[in-house]
């Protein structure tokens, strides 16, 4: 149990276009779902945290004009990088959170996006 | 906030050896710390986690230890083998908070 997909796993597109990534939890409901920002040999980078049905929390520094998220459903979150610039280029990865209290809350990752502006 | 170090960054031991990897955190209100590893280029997995409420948890060979007073914790892999070889990330969250602050990270190495 606990699996969450991402997709697409990896995608190159020429600067100025826009860019779609979905996060799905398979096989449980995610009240929450965070996304990420990991550069090579780096930490993780929190971008956003995601409540389904309200509005996406962002991290200082973060533009939220630049990367739009939408939490359509409990299992199902995507990540939007508008107008993308070879400087957005980098592994996002999402995860979602199981439970919301005591032993069951975890979270728990997607495969990562690799995302190549050229 | 809360801050997360970890160290060392870079860990190499000989195999069958133990590896130890120590973070420590500031805010004494964190009360949710979890491990993952992460391969080249694949998602962070949890490998275990432990609450405010236990001082240590095993599972085979590895194990984490928590000492809220001095606020750091530790993970322990014992009889390492070569697909131990990862980066590993500790982190931690504040009570009532959903989010995780991660550590830097630390590359273990296995030397066969």
């Known amino acids: 149990g606990a699996v969450v997909s991402q997709h697409p796993s990896w995608v190159i597109c020429k600067s100025g276009t826009s860019v779609k990534i979905e996060c799905r939890s398979l096989d449980f409901q995610a009240t929450t779902m965070f996304w990420y920002r990991q550069f090579p040999k780096q930490s993780l980078m929190l971008m956003a945290t995601s409540n389904e049905g309200s509005k996406a929390t962002y991290e200082q520094g973060v533009e939220k004009d630049k990367f739009l998220i939408n939490h359509a459903s409990l299992t199902l979150s995507t990540l939007t990088v508008t107008s993308a610039h070879p400087e957005d280029s980098s592994f996002y990865i999402c995860s979602a959170r199981r439970g919301s209290s005591g032993s069951t809350d975890t979270q728990y990752f997607g495969p990562g996006t690799r995302l190549t502006v050229l | 906030g809360e801050n997360v170090e970890q160290h060392p960054s870079t860990l190499s031991v000989q195999e069958g050896d133990s590896a130890v990897i120590k973070c420590t955190y500031s805010d004494s209100a964190s009360n949710y710390f979890p491990w993952y590893k992460q391969e080249l280029g694949k998602r962070p997995q949890l490998i275990i986690d432990?609450?405010?409420?236990?001082g240590e948890k095993k599972d085979q060979r590895i194990a984490v230890t928590l000492n809220k007073t001095a606020k750091h914790f530790s993970l322990h892999i014992t009889e390492t083998q070569p697909e131990d070889s990862a980066v590993y990330f500790c982190a931690a969250r504040l009570f009532g908070n959903e989010k995780l602050t991660f550590g830097t990270g630390t590359r273990l190495t296995i030397i066969p």
């Open positions: 432990i609450r405010s409420n236990v």
